[in-house]
């Protein structure tokens, strides 16, 4: 169970253009979903938190107009890379965690990841 | 901001050596977590640990949550080539941010 789907899991496009990256829940819904970025022998730094039903919050130093969050269902949160450049290439991944009344101490669950260049 | 240090940074080790890893922070967690990333792919977790001094299992890996909530160890014993790949561990104080160790790179030597 507590399985996240990520979808695509690699994507290259143009500098300019905008790409979007699809997290979902398969077996569980969740209220709260996380985006991350992971650069090369790198931990994963938290980029936003997506909240269904309402606006995400961002982690200093990420630009929310760059980085667009859509979280319409339990189930799906959408991350927008808006007029993509080079420096925006790298592995974004996402994570949710199981909705419920005891969410908040449950672990995250991850996505396959995905692996964004722009060129 | 709370930060965990994570060690060590790799290891090189002979297959079936027995691998042992640790975090330890300055801030108290309520939830400690390890897991391991292979290349391309996202985090799996591994082991939750919920309740300090609790000591759990998977299989050959076994994790434990300090008694002071300010650490966490993970071991694996008898380490076989599949082992290989990034373990992260990450804390969780209550209803806050997941905060992620560095990771540990592991490298089995067949």
């Known amino acids: 169970g507590a399985v996240v789907s990520q979808h695509p899991s690699w994507v290259i496009c143009k500098s300019g253009t905008s790409v979007k990256i699809e997290c979902r829940s398969l077996d569980f819904q969740a209220t709260t979903m996380f985006w991350y970025r992971q650069f090369p022998k790198q931990s994963l730094m938290l980029m936003a938190t997506?909240?269904?039903?309402?606006?995400?919050?961002?982690e200093q130093g990420v630009e929310k107009d760059k980085f667009l969050i859509n979280h319409a269902s339990l189930t799906l949160s959408t991350l927008t890379v808006t007029s993509a450049h080079p420096e925006d290439s790298s592995f974004y991944i996402c994570?949710?965690?199981?909705?419920?009344?005891?969410?908040?101490?449950?672990?995250?669950?991850f996505g396959n990841g995905t692996r964004l260049t722009v060129t | 901001g709370q930060q965990l240090n994570q060690s060590p940074q790799s290891m090189f080790i002979q297959e079936g050596e027995d691998v042992s890893m640790n975090c330890t922070s300055s801030?108290?967690?309520?939830?400690w977590l390890w897991y391991k990333q292979d290349p391309g792919e996202g985090p799996v977790l591994l082991i939750a640990l919920y309740k300090a001094g609790e000591l759990t299992s998977n299989g050959r890996l076994t994790a434990q949550f300090g008694i002071t909530r300010k650490d966490s160890f993970l071991n694996i014993s008898a380490s076989i080539p599949s082992d290989v790949g990034i373990y992260f561990c990450?804390?969780?104080?209550?209803?806050?941010?997941?905060?992620f160790g560095a990771g540990t790179i592991l490298r089995v030597k067949s």
């Open positions: 997506s909240n269904e039903g309402s606006k995400a919050t961002y």
């Open positions: 994570s949710a965690r199981v909705a419920g009344a005891d969410s908040y101490n449950s672990p995250l669950h």
């Open positions: 990450a804390g969780q104080s209550y209803g806050n941010k997941l905060v």
């Open positions: 801030s108290i967690f309520n939830t």
